[in-house]
């Protein structure tokens, strides 16, 4: 049986690089991801990744574009999971002057730690999920400049019958 996770995540460019965040829960091996977490029941969407960001790096931001909704099938550890994650273009809400990584109030408890990365560097990196490092490059590469895509990832074929792929909305 498959529990579902409803998740958002902060896509924030600064200065041509996406704001990553290195976790390290000494679970499994570390790994680089998006900024965000589950949505609370009654709480909106823009709402929710307003209030991730600011819980695990202290900063205020405003979503400004959906620009993914990933439907993502994976197991960890004896769980298996149907992740839906919401995918925003964040914006800080007041101008940066300077260093961006220097205004964070990182959330260590929460084993934040955030990180700029280059395209290149994305792709180089152990980014999770792994099927969007490709996409968010190339898109970080186009400024976001496309519409809303579906993105599928099933890693559990056979037990799913989810098709795994991008789709244009």
Not at 77 to 93: D, K, S
Request: charged fraction near 25%.
């Amino acid at each position: 049986m498959l529990s579902l996770n409803l998740v958002v995540r902060a896509v924030i460019v600064h200065e041509h690089k996406l704001l990553v965040t290195a976790l390290d829960d000494g679970k499994r091996p570390l790994f680089y991801t998006l900024l965000g977490g589950h949505l609370h029941l009654g709480e909106s969407l823009l709402e929710c990744v307003k209030r991730e960001v600011d819980e695990e790096i202290g900063l205020q931001t405003v979503p400004s574009k959906l620009l993914y909704i990933v439907e993502n099938y994976f197991a960890r550890e004896t769980e298996r999971l149907h992740e839906i994650g919401y995918y925003f273009l964040c914006h800080p809400a007041q101008p940066v002057a300077g260093e961006l990584l220097d205004l964070l109030d990182p959330n260590f408890e929460e084993w934040i730690s955030p990180e700029l990365m280059s395209g290149d560097e994305l792709r180089a990196s152990e980014f999770q999920p792994s099927a969007l490092k490709e996409l968010l490059a190339r898109d970080l590469a186009a400024k976001f400049a496309e519409g809303p895509k579906l993105v599928v990832i099933n890693e559990l074929p056979g037990d799913v019958e989810a098709e795994s792929g991008i789709y244009r909305l």
